[in-house]
């Protein structure tokens, strides 16, 4: 059996065929951190889950931690790495392990169909973004916000570069923290200064972060107080090695604290 996949993209709507013996991957890439993900598709059943800590983190070595849950049988993975490793050393030693288990619990015909990537600065995108080889429209633009996403961003798109050449046949999804404030009212995200003499890569405004945590507290809120979104308006509190508010009006966010970066 076999499930249509629909992805809306910033420049048109993709579907592919995937079928439902492929996985699907979630990385969130921190500032020090790369927490990461292995499901089944259709049924989003955990196979694989762990994080690295102390990633690019000067004197410290990096950790990777992950459990494989094997119908109960789960088996904790533990390494540590070489002082100093960069970012996406990291990165690749992760994929690697996660290969040796998945030929050791699973079925090796199995293919990750979908990687899911968290990317704090998205600028004026408003929907996800799809890049596969030959499609890789906006990495560019990404990189280049960088500048207001130092920790985040670049390395966001170096995982997906990653990603590109290692797992060719999987679909990157680009999921953006800025996404989940673009209804922010205009009299909120409107910075009272003269415009540039250069233009900027991207309107000088309040963006926001931090938006798929909320995104997915939220719909937990909605779910516990068996309320609809949109009737729900909450303060919540993101705190974590970079900390935001969000004032959320009837299921949207309304304004934050976080503005043009997330250290601003």
């Known amino acids: 059996m076999k499930t249509i996949l629909a992805v809306v993209s910033t420049s048109r709507a993709e579907s592919w065929v995937i079928n439902e013996a492929d996985w699907g991957a979630a990385q969130n890439c921190g500032s020090s951190s790369i927490k990461f993900k292995l499901y089944t598709i259709p049924d989003l059943n955990v196979l694989i889950s762990g994080q690295a800590s102390s990633v690019a983190t000067k004197g410290a070595k990096p950790s990777v931690k ?6 109960g049988n789960d088996e904790k993975i533990s390494e540590d790495e070489e002082e100093n490793m960069p970012y996406e050393a990291v990165f690749e030693r992760i994929v690697a392990l996660i290969d040796q288990s998945t030929s050791k ?7 990750i169909a979908a990687v899911s990537h968290r990317v704090v600065h998205g600028g004026t995108e408003s929907e996800p973004m799809e890049i596969y080889p030959g499609h890789t429209e906006g990495l560019d633009l990404l990189d280049k916000l960088s500048d207001f996403a130092p920790l985040h961003n670049h390395r966001a798109v170096e995982v997906v570069k990653f990603c590109l050449e290692h797992l060719p046949n999987s679909r990157q999804i680009l999921c953006f923290d800025t996404l989940f404030h673009h209804t922010l009212p205009k ?3 409107t910075y009272p200064l003269a415009p540039p003499a250069e233009a900027p890569a991207i309107p000088l405004r309040k963006y926001g972060a931090h938006g798929l945590s909320y995104a997915y507290i939220l719909g937990k809120m909605s779910e516990h107080l068996q309320k609809p979104q949109e009737e729900l308006n909450l303060i919540i509190a993101h705190l974590g090695s970079g900390a935001s ?8 966010s309304f304004d934050t604290t976080m503005g043009l970066t997330p250290l601003e």
């Open 105 to 111: 619990h699973f079925q090796p015909e199995d293919a």
């Open 245 to 252: 508010m969000c004032l959320i009006k009837q299921g949207k």
């Open 66 to 71: 992950y459990v494989v849950h094997d119908q």
């Open 187 to 189: 009299h909120v995200y």
